[in-house]
């Protein structure tokens, strides 16, 4: 089964989504800012965006997450 269908996985898949984009973005900014507007890019750009200003909901969500998982 994919993570498209399983609603668990997919969260799972967005988050370390956010946490991987923000990871890189730590280290190379200037290589996802300079591809911000770019879609394939822009995609990692934003979820970077979202690990930054949300960083205490997005580690609750992992420590649920990974709490709940079976």
Partial sequence: MTALFNFQSLIVVILLTICTSTYAHYYFPAFMDRNGHNYFM????????IGER????????LVFMAVSVD
């Fill in 42 to 49: 822009g995609l990692f750009w934003k979820c970077a965006r």
């Fill in 54 to 61: 949300l960083s205490p909901y997005i580690a609750l969500a």
